[in-house]
């Protein structure tokens, strides 16, 4: 491990047409060096962390597009986001950038037992099977609570109730098919609406427990949004592409709205709610959606 206490002066880099894993490690090592960057030098596993989320979703962004070369480029900012997370680990002598390439073999081999090991698998659904399996055994997962509890909290939202909701499936906690959880949506929507007539009824008789009908009825909107992502894990969609998708759509149809508005000489701020959705409708009528 890399310690600037017990080690001489870094040599600076040089400036070269290829660089190797080695290379990186060295340039972030110099750059975190008393010789580097200010801002390098300065920065921590807390500083920086949500740069690693930001760069991951460009990664998806660069895939979506479908383009080689971003990928190339972003897949390169998380691998630097990695390796200075190994940096400032290794200063701190708590492991370094080999430690984290050892670790992930390791797993690598130790999950895949039906390469390496004794198991068997013949399709990808018995692959999974048996990397879930090994993942328990792993982590000392005594009960399939623990399972669902290790799903990181710092998912979004959506993912993580796919996620939990796909390891209780596991152990057949699950609907024999997506009737059972269309139906589910129903009845939590029409939960949703019973509490948001209790929270009406409540703010006019006692405005003072009027932050406690609110919490009830965010409790009620949380089981009708688990319900919709378990519909969507039985029709095998993910909530988070979807809903994504759809954000997406509405802004593409916003700007043709507001594209429209700008040909009759409006602004859609002057406009009412009547001819707003008269807009929205003629947009995706051109855009042929």
Same mark, same amino acid.
Not at 28 to 54: V, Y
Not at 171 to 176: A, E, K, S
């Given at each position: 491990m890399t310690k600037f206490?017990?080690?001489?002066?870094?040599?600076?880099?040089?400036?070269?047409?290829? $660089?190797?894993?080695?290379?990186?490690?060295?340039?972030?090592?110099?750059?975190?060096?008393?010789?580097?960057?200010?801002?390098?030098? =300065?920065?921590? *596993? =807390?500083?920086?962390?949500?740069?690693?989320? =930001? =760069?991951? $979703? /460009? +990664?998806?962004?660069?895939?979506n597009a479908n383009s080689a070369a971003n990928l190339q480029e972003e897949l390169g900012d998380v691998l630097m986001q990695v390796v200075f997370h190994a940096q400032i680990a290794a200063e701190r002598g708590d492991f370094d950038f080999n430690d984290v390439?050892?670790?992930?073999?390791?797993?690598?081999?130790?999950?895949?037992? *039906?390469?390496?090991?004794?198991?068997?698998?013949?399709?990808?659904?018995? +692959?999974?099977?048996?990397?879930?399996?090994?993942?328990?055994?792993?982590?000392?997962? @005594?009960?399939?609570? /623990? +399972?669902?509890?290790?799903?990181?909290?710092?998912?979004?939202?959506?993912?993580?109730?796919?996620? +939990?909701? @796909?390891?209780?499936?596991?152990?057949?906690?699950?609907?024999?098919?997506?009737?059972?959880?269309?139906?589910?949506?129903?009845?939590?929507?029409?939960e949703v609406q019973e509490q948001v007539n209790l929270t009406r009824n409540g703010l006019e008789s006692n405005a003072e427990t009027a932050e406690n009908f609110r919490k009830d009825v965010e409790r009620e909107a949380g089981d009708l949004l688990f319900a919709v992502v378990n519909y969507l894990r039985s029709l095998q969609i993910e909530p988070e592409v979807a809903l994504n998708l759809c954000t997406d759509n509405f802004i593409i149809r916003f700007s043709k709205m507001e594209e429209i508005a700008q040909e009759k000489g409006r602004g859609l701020e002057s406009m009412t709610l009547d001819e707003l959705d008269s807009l929205w409708e003629e947009a995706k009528k051109r855009l042929g959606q």
């Open positions: 206490a017990d080690k001489q002066k870094l040599r600076k880099p040089r400036i070269k047409d290829n $660089y190797n894993i080695e290379d990186l490690i060295h340039i972030l090592s110099f750059l975190r060096s008393p010789e580097g960057c200010p801002w390098d030098r =300065e920065q921590s *596993h =807390e500083s920086i962390k949500h740069n690693l989320i =930001e =760069e991951a $979703y /460009e +990664v998806i962004d660069a895939i390439v050892n670790s992930i073999s390791n797993k690598l081999i130790s999950r895949h037992t *039906h390469v390496f090991g004794n198991d068997s698998a013949d399709n990808p659904e018995e +692959v999974l099977l048996t990397w879930e399996q090994n993942k328990k055994i792993e982590k000392g997962h @005594k009960s399939q609570t /623990e +399972v669902l509890r290790d799903v990181p909290r710092a998912f979004p939202a959506l993912t993580r109730a796919f996620k +939990v909701q @796909k390891k209780a499936a596991q152990v057949g906690f699950d609907w024999p098919d997506s009737s059972g959880s269309k139906a589910k949506i129903l009845e939590e929507l029409g």
